[in-house]
């Protein structure tokens, strides 16, 4: 099997349908929800990884050729790790499956429960990786984190740019905002899966500031065309204009060079 990612949900933690909502957005996906942002991993050796356990953990594992053989999260809100409660008792009785995370994140979930007892029963192996650090999933498919700065309440946030025998992908769904050099990120990479929460700070209104996410437009004003080339946006919220393929925003992306990832679609690493 040649060695590619997979994107398994471009959707923001609560999905689309957003829990509650019954927005136009949301009333269009009810037969077909958004599942929330996961990237999946597919190596040589016909092993599959996952970067993020989501609360649609089950349909993503479910979706790729073989369960996971490991776990790697990006950070500690709801749509990234919860999923992990489905290696318990109740789920797959996972053993010891590889659950990797930075030292922050790995004190957060040896500390709280129900993770806590999901490591100390076995069914899952947190292992400690130091932000920045490079670490092998399996020959040919490497991991680096890159910290990212987002509201850290539990723990910390990453990035992982993936090191394929071919190509390096940078997944990188949630940020508060660019402060880190993301020109010289995307020259690290041939593409890029980066938080696309919102098209404008138009739809949230008065709530702006208690949400930042840099807008896609934003983003897109960073980039030179060579690099928007490179971008897909994921972790889409509800809210946002660019869900509608063919809407005036999403013909935007689009003019750019840039993308709105897609469920389903497949990136060679
Ligand atoms: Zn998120
Ligand atoms: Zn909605
Ligand atoms: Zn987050």
Redesign the pocket.
């Known amino acids: 099997m040649s060695i590619h990612a997979r994107v398994l949900g471009i959707a923001?933690?609560a999905g689309v349908p957003h829990v509650g909502c019954s927005c136009a957005r949301c009333n269009r996906q009810r037969s077909g929800p958004l599942r929330v942002?996961c990237l999946g991993l597919l190596g040589a050796s016909g092993r599959t990884y996952l970067i993020d356990a989501t609360p649609d953990f089950n349909a993503q594992t479910a979706a790729l050729p073989a369960f996971p053989s490991g776990i790697a999260l990006t950070h500690a809100?709801m749509?990234?790790y919860t999923g992990l409660m489905y290696l318990g008792r109740e789920g797959v009785s996972a053993a010891r499956i590889p659950v990797y995370c930075t030292p922050a994140m790995w004190a957060f979930l040896r500390r709280n429960e129900p993770w806590k007892s999901l490591g100390r029963d076995g069914y899952v192996e947190y292992q400690k990786h130091e932000v920045g650090e490079r670490f092998e999933l399996e020959p040919g498919l490497e991991l680096e984190s890159v910290e990212v700065p987002h509201r850290n309440e539990h723990a910390d946030t990453v990035a992982y740019l993936v090191h394929g025998p071919q190509n390096t992908l940078l997944y990188l769904?949630?940020i508060d905002r660019w402060e880190l050099d993301l020109p010289a990120l995307l020259d690290r990479c041939d593409t890029a899966l980066l938080d696309g929460s919102f098209f404008s700070k138009d739809e949230l209104g008065s709530r702006s500031e208690e949400v930042p996410h840099p807008p896609i437009e934003e983003t897109l004003a960073l980039l030179s065309r060579e690099h928007a080339c490179k971008v897909r946006f994921t972790?889409l919220n509800h809210s946002n204009p660019t869900l509608l393929a063919g809407s005036a925003e999403w013909n935007r992306v689009q003019s750019t060079g840039a993308r709105i990832a897609q469920e389903g679609e497949r990136l060679p690493l």
């Open positions: 923001q933690d942002a809100h749509g990234h769904p949630d972790h």
